[in-house]
Antibody, heavy 120, light 112 residues
Framework: QVQLVQSGAEVKKPGSSVKVSCKAS????????INWVRQAPGQGLEWMGG????????KYRQEFQGRVTLTADESTSTAYMELSSLRSEDTAVYFC?????????????WGQGTMVTVSS | QSALTQPASVSGSPGQSITISCTGT?????????VSWYQQHPGKAPKLMVY???NRPSGVSHRFSGSRSGNTASLTISGLQAEDEADYYC????????????FGTGTKVTVL
């Protein structure tokens, strides 16, 4: 059974960048898509983008285009989400989620979440 | 569109059935069989309850069922239990150019 473990909480200054990791154990990492979803305090879920490691293909929510970069390291079964030019509105819990093979947009395995706080 | 529309709250007594709606458009909910439902308890990651409109992942109770009519999807919880109290979100693939997947606004389910 695949498990996703994310890196720890971060506190960042406005204008800086943050890189969150999502390490997979079990299963074949390269064959499934890893998507990133964030949740601001007290708010709903927001899809940010996704990557299929084996193909290195990525897709991004347009409003994050240019600020978010998704990468994956197959040798360590780890996916990364880097968000730049941070602003206070980026304060949120960031989740990675594995997409079900054969479906679209159904995330059956999630990481525990990484709290990113942007504050001066 | 930026988010699918869900009722802010739904409540029911133990043993009752409740239904949560999720309204979108023909570019998302009504146009593709890629509607999912998630349960989220406070401070926890979302849990997939239904995918592809009406399929249940292994391990999810049969009390949870999904359906769709036109541009509105629904999640029905039958035999409501205390542990069902949580936030529920729908999501759908969308053909709009600005994003691939859109989530619903979320529904707080309260067990009375």
């Amino acid at each position: 059974q695949v498990q996703l473990v994310q890196s720890g909480a971060e506190v960042k200054k406005p204008g800086s960048s943050v890189k969150v990791s999502c390490k997979a154990s079990g299963g074949t990492f390269s064959t499934y898509a890893i998507n990133w979803v964030r949740q601001a305090p007290g708010q709903g879920l927001e899809w940010m983008g996704g990557i299929i490691p084996i193909f290195r293909t990525t897709k991004y929510r347009q409003e994050f285009q240019g600020r978010v970069t998704l990468t994956a390291d197959e040798s360590t079964s780890t996916a990364y989400m880097e968000l730049s030019s941070l602003r206070s509105e980026d304060t949120a819990v960031y989740f990675c989620g594995k997409e079900i093979l054969g479906s679209t947009g159904a995330f059956d395995i999630w990481g525990q979440g990484t709290m990113v706080t942007v504050s001066s | 569109q930026s988010a699918l529309t869900q009722p802010a709250s739904v409540s029911g007594s133990p043993g009752q059935s409740i239904t949560i709606s999720c309204t979108g458009t023909s570019s998302d909910v009504g146009g593709y069989n890629y509607v999912s439902w998630y349960q989220q308890h406070p401070g926890k990651a979302p849990k997939l309850m239904v995918y592809d409109v009406s399929n249940r992942p292994s391990g999810v109770s049969h009390r949870f069922s999904g359906s769709r009519s036109g541009n509105t999807a629904s999640l029905t919880i039958s035999g409501l239990q205390a542990e069902d109290e949580a936030d529920y979100y729908c999501s759908s693939y969308t053909s709009t150019s600005t994003l691939n997947y859109v989530f619903g606004t979320g529904t707080k389910v309260t067990v009375l």
